[in-house]
């Protein structure tokens, strides 16, 4: 069993749409969970950081992160054709140092 | 402000070769991490080095080893290729090796090498 499992989608949506990603995990140590987004033949970048559970919002971007079902979510408000890319998560624990855990992706796809 | 840099962007290799790739960190940062995304997959972590010393080491063999440079920069050596090492290898930089941390731990991803090996 994987560390974070993550569904690998693809997720088509239409533009507008309100869009949820999710994450579940086994490590109990992970403390500080991210969200990245990924275009086609680029790095990540990083979309959303939240260090334990609770919600943070971000423009149209929620992070939520519930440690007690190990289960992590973002939520993509009013989604747009640029908002078409791979999103990664990714958890570490304290004193990981830059050894971060991602799960395999989910690529979406917002149309017009 | 120049970003993370890494070279080269595409390279292709022969099985049992070996391979380096480089990367300059992002200004002011003094931490690289290496990472290997094969195909339809997540990054997994090879390891780290701060002060030109390997800090933390992933679930890779010995093929796969690194350098730090006075300047931060950084190189990623695999020996002895094997198909399965066919992947994007991401370098990633940060300040004073802690993760995560808003503004001052951010962990910057360069655009990748992509390493195809026959």
């Known amino acids: 069993q994987k560390e974070v499992e993550q569904d690998p989608g693809p997720l088509s949506v239409p533009e507008g749409a309100i869009v949820s990603l999710n994450c579940t995990y086994s490590n109990s140590a992970f403390q500080y969970f991210m969200w990245y987004r990924q275009y086609s033949r680029k790095g990540p970048e990083l979309l959303m950081y939240?260090?334990?559970?609770g919600n943070k919002e971000d423009g149209r971007f929620t992070a939520q992160v519930d440690k007690s079902s190990k289960y992590i979510s973002l939520f993509i408000r009013d989604s747009q054709p640029s908002d078409s890319a791979t999103y990664l998560c990714a958890m570490s624990h304290t004193g990981g140092g830059n050894k971060l855990t991602f799960g395999t992706g989910t690529q979406l796809k917002v149309e017009l | 402000d120049a970003g993370v840099t890494q070279s080269p962007t595409h390279l292709i290799k022969t099985r049992g070769q070996q391979v380096t790739l480089r990367c300059s960190p992002k200004s002011g940062h003094d931490t690289v991490s290496w990472y290997q995304q094969a195909l339809g997959q997540g990054p997994q972590f090879i390891f780290q080095?701060?002060?030109?010393?390997?800090?933390q080491r992933g679930n890779f063999p010995d093929r796969f080893s690194g350098h730090q440079y006075p300047n931060y920069s950084s190189e990623l050596n695999v020996n002895a290729l094997l198909l399965g090492d066919s992947a994007l290898y991401l370098c990633?930089?940060?300040?004073?090796?802690?993760?995560?941390?808003?503004?001052?731990?951010?962990?910057?991803f360069g655009e990748g090498s992509r390493l195809t090996v026959l």
């Open positions: 080095y701060y002060e030109e010393e390997e800090r």
């Open positions: 939240t260090y334990s559970s």
């Open positions: 990633a930089s940060s300040l004073r090796g802690v993760v995560a941390v808003p503004n001052t731990g951010e962990l910057f």
